[in-house]
Structure formats: C-alpha cells, structure tokens
C-alpha cells in the first residue's frame, strides 16, 4: 500500500516535528500529525518527496511538505538507481572514449559503465584532491595553475561552486541524478528539497566516490591528459590523440568507435582544434556581468521578516529577473547563500568570477551572478569564435583594472551608481581572493551591459527590499556562466558533421549547471549505446 500526501504546515508547528535530513524514517509523531490532518490510516514507512518553503506571508510562514507512506522499506529502491532503461549484454568491446570529468562525463561514463562497457575518461585538469590544494595556492598566492583550476579538473566547474541541482528542464532523469549523488554520498535532503544543493565541501567527495567507482567497475581514467586532436576519414570519428595537459607532449593515440565529447564551456583551444578538423560550430548567446554580493542577514531579512534567523528557513536564497530601459533584462544567476566570490579563471592575464558556497552556507556575505545577455549583435567578429573573443577581451580588461595577481575589481553599487571609483568599503567586505582592487566597473563593462545593471538593480530593489544596497559589492568580470560555442549535434546525439563524435553537456552548448549536464551525460550515452551497441541489447 502507497499513499501521497501534501500539506501546508505552518512554520511553529513544523519546528516541533521530528525532522531529519535523511527523511527515511518511521517517525510516530510524524505520523500521528500527518494520519490526524489526513483522516485516515498510514503505512508505517514514511520518507518526503517535496519539502518548500511559503514565505509570501511574513506573518504566516509555512513549510510545504508531501510526504509518501507505504508498507515497504523504501532505502534499497530509492538508493540503487538504474542510469538506463534498456539492458545490454556486450559481446563485442568496442573502444569508447569519455572526454571531459564534469557532471555530463562522469555521468555518461556511469551510464556506459552500467551497460557492460570499459570506458576511458580522459581529464585535463587534476584530480578533486590535487585540484582543491592548487585552487587555495590562487586564493591564497595569486598563482594561477593552467592545468588545475575552477575551470578544470574533475568534476568540473560545478564542483567548486554550490553544488546546486534544481534546473527548469523537463525530464525524468532527474530523479535518477539526485538518487545517484546520494549513493555516492550526498546529502539524502536533495532528494525532496524544493531548491536541492550538495555544497561544495561534499561534492568534492561525491566525485571522488564517483570515479573510484567507475574504475572499480572496469573504466580507465585518465588525469592531466588533454585532448589535442583527432582522426577523421570519410566524415567519421577514426581515433583521438591524447597529450600531456603540462607540457604538451608524450601523445597517445586510441582508435576509438565513439567520443562522447563533454569538454566543457572554458576548452577553448579544444573547440579551435575540432573547428580545424570539421566538426561543425556556432557561436550562441549567452550572459555576461558581475558578482554582486550583500551580508546574507540582509537578505534573510528581506525574504523571512522578523523570522529570518530561524535555522529551519535560514539561509534564504533568490531569483530575479527584470526588464529594463535598454530592451535588455538583467537576472540572477548561481545564487550562492552564505558563500564566498572565487576567481575563475583559467587563462594567464584574465580575470573570471565565480561563485561558491559549503553544504553549511554560513559564511558572512550571500553573492549572486548578476547577468545580462549577449548575442551577434554585441560582438566585433564574426563566425563561431566571436562570442569566445568577446569574453577574452572582458577578461583582459577586468585583469588590467585589477592590477595583476589576479586580483579581480570591484566597486560599491553605491559608487557605481553615481559613475565614481570606490575608495572605502561599508558594511558588506568583498570575499573574492585572492584579493580585489577599488575601481569603477563601468571602465571595463561594455555601456549597454552596465546600464542595464544600473537600472536594473533599482528595479530589483523592488522585489528585495535592500537589493540595491548603497554598500553591496560587485565584483568583475563574470563570463562564464554558459557557452559561448554550440557544437552542433542531429536528433540522434550525433555531431552533424562527424558521425561517432557525440557532443555532450554545458560546452557543448546544450546545458547549463550540473543537473541539466548530468541528464544531458545520461542521454548522450544512451544515443551512443543505440547508435553502434543495438545489436547488444536485450529485448
């Protein structure tokens, strides 16, 4: 016997309910309130599928829960998630190669994996460990490694900002991606939170949990190897040469059935090789802006009223958008509550900002990407590489201002309103390291961009009172929230110009954050598997 129920409990009420982050229990007492409020007899298992937050009332908060009951121990259906819906019986191992360890490799590796495979992952940055030591040298030092970066490195960007897994896609592999993060260690509270994140602290163990499974399993993962060409004959995929991401050399060459090409938006000089060898690109629009950065009580206060400090809604997040005077709308994106502002960047003599938080989000300051977008239109060049110089050009400039060192600039929104550089700070201290430089952000933003901005922030004031906080702090330049470059693919996953090529994720232009990367990983795999392992399925 299964039974759903939903319902709206108000916030004093549901802080006397026992509660766990694991919602796996058979709690009496939550039974006893949820069988009084549904009139009826519930099967003792009890664990939530949705749990939110109704704060459009600051005198009557309430936590939205549905909760499912049934008579079976759910832990076992619920923690042993299946990536595919076919099964495979392999007979013949053909040589498939993974290229890139974000979310939509690890993911479409996992899937291959699971079907009888032996994959080969290549990575051109290091592993989580290695990579988190060489990101504290930046914050700490200023000393950019080119290899091992927020850019680059295993589990990809997403792995060193907040972990966040809700996405507006559409698609039933959703609940198999949040299901497999908790196998491998995530918090079971993603599984029904209305705004699910894993923090980067238990990311990095998650991927790590991850690969050390996916070797187990018979995959061979390759780290600091950096794809630098492949072969192509009669328009398809022959084989793919693997170099050191350090120095260049010792290359390996593997013939290979099939590339699942997941590189990531910040591969520049991988989208210029593949333009060399055929493979059809197109530049895309996409968001450029600033990291804008209030004290995380504020914003508590503006969405909780005098409960902002109740730690049950506490930290509050957001997401806003407007449209302004510029025929331009300026949003939100990557909200980070209680984290900090990083640099990434990924290439000498530029500046990128990123955001960051811990599972805990507890830190002083709440930081959000504020964003604009951009298209053809705004860029000098034209092909498919235009919008990449476009964000170089940004960068550069944001590097210059900064002073070097990879210090990043920054100005109070009170002083970028009134066009003055900044010369003290208020009551919000920027948190970006390795350091930033008082400046005045519309000497390296292009005018459309920081108008919008201008006028947009008073607008959003009107949302979240205090959001145009004279003392809020924006931070430059923010580039990288999606891909420039889209490297186009058929309704099959192929790539329109190299068949056993099989464009994957955020770079290649058909995702944006973990989870739609992660869904997309799964899918590409599944196209692959159809297209050259049919014959090996069982019916």
Same mark, same amino acid.
């Given at each position: ?28 007492? /939550? ?37 499912? @009951? ?5 832990? &076992? ?25 974000? !979310? ?13 495979? *032996? ?41 060193? &900002?907040?972990?966040?897994? @809700?996405? $507006? ?26 705004? !699910?994140?894993? $923090? ?29 060409? %492949? ?22 060459? +593997?013939?290979?059935?099939?590339? +699942? ?10 989208? #210029? ?25 504020? %914003? ?8 902002? *400090? ?46 960051? &938080? ?21 860029? &000098? ?20 201002? $900064? ?32 350091? /930033? ?34 003392? *809020? ?28 090529? @099989? ?28 297209? #050259? ?7």
């Amino acid at each position: 016997m299964r039974s759903d129920i939903s319902l709206s409990i108000p916030l004093s009420v549901y802080e006397k309910l026992p509660h766990s982050s694991n919602a796996y229990t058979d709690y009496r007492d /939550v039974h006893s309130y949820f069988e009084k409020k549904s009139r009826k007899r519930l099967p003792k298992h009890c664990y939530f599928l949705k749990k939110s937050i109704d704060a459009r009332h600051n005198n009557d908060i309430r936590v939205v829960v549905t909760a499912r @009951f049934q008579d079976e121990d759910p832990s &076992s259906e619920i923690l042993q998630p299946k990536l595919l819906t076919s099964k495979y019986s392999l007979n013949e191992k053909k040589r498939v190669v993974v290229c890139g360890s974000g !979310p939509a490799g690890l993911f479409a590796c996992a899937a291959l994996v699971e079907a009888g495979l *032996a994959p080969i992952l290549l990575e051109r940055g290091r592993d989580v460990d290695t990579r988190t030591k060489d990101i504290e040298r930046l914050k700490a030092d200023g000393v950019l490694d080119l290899v091992s970066n927020v850019q680059f490195g295993e589990g990809g960007a997403g792995t060193f &900002s907040d972990g966040k897994l @809700f996405s $507006g896609v559409s698609d039933g592999r959703k609940d198999i991606v949040l299901r497999t993060f908790v196998k491998y260690g995530a918090p079971k509270s993603i599984l029904y939170e209305a705004h !699910p994140h894993i $923090g980067t602290d238990h990311l990095r163990q998650v991927v790590k949990n991850i690969r050390e499974d996916l070797i187990h399993n018979g995959a061979k993962v390759l780290f600091e190897r950096r794809l630098e060409d %492949i072969e192509v004959a009669d328009g398809k995929l022959v084989s793919v040469t693997h170099v050191s991401s350090v120095d260049g050399k010792d290359a390996v060459r +593997i013939p290979c059935a099939a590339l +699942i090409l997941a590189i990531g938006h910040s591969a520049r000089d991988t989208f #210029y090789m593949l333009s060399k060898r055929g493979v059809k690109l197109e530049s895309k629009p996409f968001s450029v802006g600033v990291r804008i950065e209030h004290r995380q009580e504020d %914003i508590d206060r503006a969405r909780f009223g005098p409960l902002f *400090a109740n730690e049950i809604l506490r930290p509050a997040n957001y997401k806003v958008v407007t449209p302004t005077g510029t025929g331009r709308k300026l949003y939100s994106f990557c909200m980070c509550p209680g984290g900090e502002v990083v640099c990434g960047a990924s290439e000498e003599n530029a500046v990128v900002t990123n955001g960051m &938080s811990e599972y805990a989000r507890n830190r002083e300051n709440a930081n959000a990407a504020m964003l604009v977008g951009v298209d053809t239109d705004d860029f &000098s060049e034209d092909g498919w590489a235009a919008g990449i110089e476009f964000q170089r050009k940004l960068e550069a400039s944001a590097f210059s201002v $900064g002073g070097g060192g990879y210090k990043a600039p920054a100005q109070r929104v009170g002083d970028f309103h009134d066009h003055r550089k900044t010369t003290s700070w208020g009551r919000v201290t920027p948190s970006y390291r390795p350091g /930033v430089t008082m400046a005045d952000l519309w000497e390296i933003l292009p005018e459309e961009i920081a108008k919008t901005i201008d006028e947009g922030l008073v607008l959003l004031d009107k949302k979240i009172k205090g959001f145009n906080d004279p003392d *809020a702090v924006m931070t430059a330049v923010e580039t990288r929230s999606s891909s420039p470059v889209r490297i186009r693919r058929d309704e099959n996953g192929e790539n329109l110009s190299v068949t056993g090529i @099989f464009p994957t994720g955020e770079g290649a232009g058909y995702a944006g954050g973990i989870m739609s990367s992660a869904i997309d990983g799964i899918r590409q795999a599944e196209c692959l598997l159809l297209r #050259y392992f049919q014959n090996d399925m069982v019916k």
